[in-house]
């Protein structure tokens, strides 16, 4: 694994605002950075991340299973007891799930440490699956890189094939916060895919959606039967049309099973189900303890760093602050992540279904990488 700095595509900037783009800088620094980019080897994907991706996966699932069945780990992971029997109707009914994104820890030796797992509401999704390959074709074109280099990125046509292949109804609407810039792009990303596969995909926007004799409905008032919402469950639990969740006639993407994975309270539960494996760091639920060096505290509801506390080794603290404080938090060990030249980089890998279908990486000058951490692209060569 390297870090290899090149040239800039000229006009880039003009090209992303072209294709709907327009998160690339965020107040006038780069979100997107082609500057430079990382370079795999085949193993490193397939043995260090792909199949641990899967794995993990799978892992995780498991540990749905397990808390579905408990009263005492369904309140641990401070989900609304009003909503208890639907999180497991979804469950024991194999809701279908699209999509989501575990991050790691990964230096290109030794096992990838699972950081945490974001499987209602990834974001990065149109940066990996579409302008990160148009960068290496653009690369390959000009000569920046060599002809043979690959990306390990499928995520774009596994996402095609999701949407053909779920049984979803139409028209299917598609929802994110209306003055979200770039949770409306990643919307308008998957919309675009879901088109691509013949759904009748519709925008909404989170605050119009409706409510009549317990059904969600449109602007027009047609019931809307089929949802995907860019919009996390635990602010959907607290909404005022909340208990319209239960008694609406609405498949949901991400199912409401999927509050369980992308609670942090699923890394501890991963770490007492699977104690010692590889790719997991010891985790617990925090019950007031101190956070001691070597240690990262993460609240069961977090995104994009916010909250998030850690102390290194040496003894540094490093913090972020948020609006994520009003629930409980866990204590995970600190896997620092690896430093190129300034930057600390994290790396991303999408699951597409049960199947592993790219990755993405985001470098930031803090330990703890946030929404402005910059995206750089990269490449696979042997």
């Known amino acids: 694994m390297k870090r290899i700095n090149c040239s800039p595509r000229p006009g880039w900037q003009q090209f992303a605002q072209s294709v709907g ?9 780069p979100y997107w950075d082609e500057t430079a980019y990382y370079q795999f080897r085949l ?4 043995q260090d991340l792909e199949q641990p991706t899967e794995d993990l996966h799978q ?20 989900i609304p007891e009003a909503y208890w029997q639907a999180v497991r109707d979804s469950w024991h009914s194999a809701q279908p799930h699209l999509y989501g994104r575990m991050d790691f820890s990964y230096d290109g030796t030794g096992p990838a440490k699972l950081l945490e797992l974001n499987y209602d509401t990834p974001t990065s999704l149109f940066e990996t699956g579409f302008f990160q390959w148009v960068w290496l074709e653009d690369q390959l074109m000009r000569g920046e890189i060599p002809q043979h280099a690959d990306q390990f990125n499928s ?33 308008d990303y998957l919309m675009d895919i879901a088109l691509q596969s013949g759904l009748d995909a519709r925008y909404i926007a989170i605050e119009q959606l409706g409510e009549a004799d317990g059904q969600l409905v449109d602007l027009d008032g047609y019931a809307i039967e089929g949802l995907f919402k860019l919009y996390p469950w635990e602010f959907m639990l607290q909404e005022d049309f909340a208990s319209t969740i239960i008694s609406s006639k609405t498949q949901w993407l991400e199912p409401l099973w999927k509050s369980i994975i992308s609670n942090k309270g699923i890394l501890p539960l991963l770490w007492q189900k699977f104690p010692n494996h590889p790719n997991l760091l010891p985790a617990m639920f925090e019950q007031g303890q101190a956070l001691k060096p070597g240690w990262v505290k993460k609240p069961l509801f977090s995104r994009e760093g916010a909250n998030i506390e850690l102390i290194t ?12 404080d009003d629930s409980g938090y866990i204590l995970q060990a600190l896997q620092p992540l690896p430093k ?43």
């Open 21 to 29: 783009f327009n998160f690339h800088t965020f107040d006038g620094e």
């Open 43 to 46: 193993q490193q994907i397939e």
């Open 59 to 78: 892992m995780a699932l498991a540990v749905v299973d397990d808390v579905v069945q408990s009263e005492q780990l369904l309140q641990q992971l401070a």
């Open 155 to 187: 995520l774009q046509d596994k996402l095609q094939q999701a949407f053909a292949e779920l049984a979803l109804p139409q028209p299917f609407y598609f929802s994110s916060v209306a003055d979200s810039i770039e949770d409306k792009g990643t919307v």
């Open 313 to 324: 080794p040496q003894g540094k603290t490093v913090k972020e602050t948020g609006p994520y």
């Open 340 to 382: 190129f030249v300034d930057s600390y980089s994290l790396i991303g890998s999408w699951v597409v279904g049960d199947s592993a279908a790219g990755i993405c990486i985001r470098e930031d000058n803090s330990l703890i990488t946030k929404d402005s951490s910059r995206f750089l692209p990269h490449i696979i060569l042997d």
